[in-house]
């Protein structure tokens, strides 16, 4: 029999109105079984998520030694989402104790996560499913990654022969037992572990768009919906800061082959985007799938003579940068040259010094520069491998616009080409490579 697992973001959440709709959609599909919710979001313009007014809320407990007021808004909030379901549920009492408790624990990852863990218990007695807590079924390691194994077995054992069941997102617990969060968006990643652990047929993640678009909205207007895209495809956009779907979220569902739909909880009827396993993908037969990017990259230029025959000279560039804890996230090089890509807030002034000291102290490089206010541009599709032409096309629409190329990078899996320009020229860039691809 096929099982759903469907998670709810914060839009999805936001009010009781929606989550009426919301409850329609899981009860039209009796195999949407196991409900992941996020805390609720924004309800308008200029609103403020529910996780935002706890993290504020922290911030009161932690200067003032209790919440002090700041927990009404949140408080609000829920009154209302019950108030609008016309719940028979007392929620003050749930929303007393758990003042109480953040007081008590005075622990930021708690706080936050009280968003979910309040949502998730009143979604539980809106469908009249089970509420599981992901304290007691999502475990993090030591070293703060997630602890799959452990989490996997817990949440499959957690709901064995139940039939409905509702998990808030966003947190598990910690290796020292105390309730931890994943990073910001981190519901996506509960979603796929649940789905993971009782291998799901569909990972249905509800958002407030009709799927994913093939750039960025604010940039071009009213770009193409993606129908379908590889976890490859999505990974490399998602990385470069297509914010989708959280992205991490695909590792749990990634290994165990199982597809993701994105829909939208306001169209519900949207065909959405469907993220597939890369053996299960049908290339669209486009070129391209979709462009993505991000602003604000610093380029260390490395210059020397021979360097390729020096033996060790990228071992020896890449030992300062993993002592100074700073990750890079493109290396293009050539014979003579390299460039360190690096994320500029990575980087303040004086690490930025030490790197440089340190590299011309171990390589002696003839020149060094670096180069500020970089933005990273990806363009992403199985098809670039395939289709004779297709970086000719790029850096011609690219040049088209006068836009000077600072860097390039192909991803070695031909899945990318990942061009470097002035932050300056970026939207004009996305929207040169959006209209020879897709215009
Ligand atoms: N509520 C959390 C956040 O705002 C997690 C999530 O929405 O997935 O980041």
């Known amino acids: 029999m096929s099982v759903k697992v469907c998670k709810f973001g914060g839009t ?9 709709n919301v409850k329609k959609i899981i009860e039209s599909d009796s195999a949407r079984k196991f409900i992941v919710v996020s805390a609720p979001g924004k309800r308008y313009s200029g609103d403020v998520k ?14 003032e030694g209790s919440a002090n007021g700041s927990f009404s808004a949140v408080r609000a ?25 953040i007081e008590r624990e005075c622990d930021e990852d708690f706080t936050a996560s009280r968003g979910e863990y309040l ?36 949440v499959a054992e957690a709901l064995s022969r139940v039939k409905l069941a509702v998990f808030p997102g966003f947190y598990g617990t910690g290796a020292n037992g105390k309730v931890k969060t994943f990073s910001r968006g981190g519901s996506d990643i509960s979603g796929a572990i ?35 895209i590889s976890y490859k495809e999505l990974r490399e956009l998602s990385y470069m800061g297509a914010n989708v779907l959280h992205n991490e979220s695909i590792f749990p569902v990634r290994k165990a082959n199982i597809p993701v739909q994105i829909k939208n909880t306001f169209r519900p009827e949207d065909e959405g985007t469907s993220i597939l396993p890369t053996s299960r993908y049908i290339p669209s037969g486009k070129t391209v799938t979709g462009i ?17 025959s020096e033996i060790g ?21 050539g014979i003579d040259t390299m460039s360190l890509v690096i994320e500029s807030a990575e980087l303040d002034n004086f690490k930025l010094e030490r790197i440089l000291e340190g590299i011309k102290n171990a390589v002696e490089p003839d020149i060094i520069r670096v180069i ?53 020229d970026y939207e004009k860039c996305i929207r040169a490579i959006y209209g020879e691809f897709f215009g």
């Open 292 to 308: 993505a990017g991000k602003k604000n990259f610093t380029v260390i230029f490395i210059e020397k003579s021979l360097m390729n």
């Open 372 to 424: 500020e206010n970089i933005a990273l541009i990806a363009t992403v599709g199985h098809g670039m491998s395939s289709s004779v032409g297709t970086s000719a096309r790029l850096f011609n629409a690219i040049a088209s616009a006068k836009i000077n190329i600072k860097m390039i990078d192909q991803g070695s899996s031909e899945l990318n080409i990942i061009v470097g320009v002035k932050n300056d």
């Open 194 to 228: 649940v789905a993971r652990a009782v291998g799901a047929s569909l990972y249905e993640n509800w958002t407030d768009v009709s799927g994913f678009l093939a750039c960025d909205p604010r940039i071009v207007d009213s770009p193409k919906c993606i129908k379908t």
């Open 50 to 63: 529910v996780t935002d007014l706890l993290y504020a809320c922290h911030e009161k407990i932690m200067s």
């Open 77 to 101: 909030r829920y009154e209302n989402i019950v108030n609008e379901l016309g719940l028979n549920f007392d929620i003050n009492s749930v929303l007393d104790e758990t003042e109480k408790a």
């Open 313 to 333: 000279f990228i071992c020896k560039v890449l030992d300062v940068l993993a002592k100074e804890k700073v990750s890079i996230e493109h290396i293009p090089s």
């Open 119 to 154: 949502c998730a218990r009143i979604m539980a007695e809106a469908l009249g499913a089970k509420f599981i807590d992901a304290a007691d079924v999502i475990f993090f390691k030591e070293n703060g990654a997630l602890d799959g194994t452990r989490s996997y077995k817990a």
């Open 12 to 20: 999805s959440m936001a009010d009781g109105n929606v989550i009426k």
